[in-house]
């Protein structure tokens, strides 16, 4: 009889704990269109903050806004300009001694695919204006596309592609 109650009560036990454990937490979560719209509204914060502190701050401002992580990397005009977090910071900080104003203005239509709670896509086209050490100022237009990851508490870019508008053709 004691063995029978013993069996009894471990299963019971071994029933009840698997029904009250957590879900794995490597399974992916799906995404609620208000999830979405949570993510959605906290890139595009995300995205002006980034124009307006690298308008404010200069080139700088830039590494807080770059993961600093592996996966990290940055791609100009087809071509990878920064394979890592480490080289980010030593092109940003380059770049902070021969800029010496910047303005950065998303135009438009800033678009936003939440991918997950934690990751989502933008796109944007952009306008700069720079002013060099010796005070030329260069005006540019292009594309940008990213992925912005939310980690420790804050959006950043995973990675990021910028594209200029390539000129027309000349005239024949």
């Given at each position: 009889?004691?063995?029978?109650?013993?069996?009894?009560?471990?299963?019971?036990?071994?029933?009840?704990?698997?029904?009250?454990?957590?879900?794995?937490?490597?399974?992916?979560?799906?995404?609620?269109?208000?999830?979405?719209?949570?993510?959605?509204?906290?890139?595009?914060?995300?995205?002006?903050?980034?124009?307006?502190?690298?308008?404010?701050?200069?080139?700088?401002?830039?590494?807080?806004?770059?993961?600093?992580?592996?996966?990290?990397?940055?791609?100009?005009?087809?071509?990878?300009?920064?394979?890592?977090s480490a080289a980010a910071s030593k092109g940003i900080h380059d770049a902070a001694l021969d800029i010496k104003h910047i303005e950065?203005?998303?135009?438009?239509?800033?678009?936003?695919?939440?991918?997950?709670?934690?990751?989502?896509?933008?796109?944007?086209?952009?306008?700069?204006?720079?002013?060099?050490?010796?005070?030329?100022?260069?005006?540019?237009?292009?594309?940008?596309?990213?992925?912005?990851?939310?980690?420790?508490?804050?959006?950043?870019?995973?990675?990021?592609h910028w594209s200029l508008i390539a000129p027309p053709p000349a005239a024949r």
């Amino acid at each position: 009889m004691r063995t029978s109650l013993c069996v009894f009560l471990l299963a019971g036990m071994a029933v009840t704990g698997c029904r009250l454990q957590p879900a794995a937490t490597d399974q992916p979560q799906p995404l609620t269109s208000t999830r979405a719209a949570q993510v959605e509204n906290g890139v595009r914060v995300f995205m002006q903050a980034v124009a307006h502190d690298v308008t404010q701050e200069g080139p700088m401002a830039w590494r807080k806004y770059f993961a600093d992580s592996p996966a990290f990397f940055m791609a100009v005009d087809g071509r990878m300009v920064f394979a890592d977090s480490a080289a980010a910071s030593k092109g940003i900080h380059d770049a902070a001694l021969d800029i010496k104003h910047i303005e950065l203005v998303w135009n438009g239509d800033l678009r936003i695919d939440p991918l997950t709670p934690e990751l989502a896509v933008v796109a944007t086209p952009w306008h700069e204006v720079q002013v060099n050490a010796e005070g030329k100022r260069v005006d540019e237009d292009g594309f940008f596309t990213g992925v912005a990851e939310y980690r420790d508490g804050r959006w950043q870019f995973r990675n990021a592609h910028w594209s200029l508008i390539a000129p027309p053709p000349a005239a024949r």
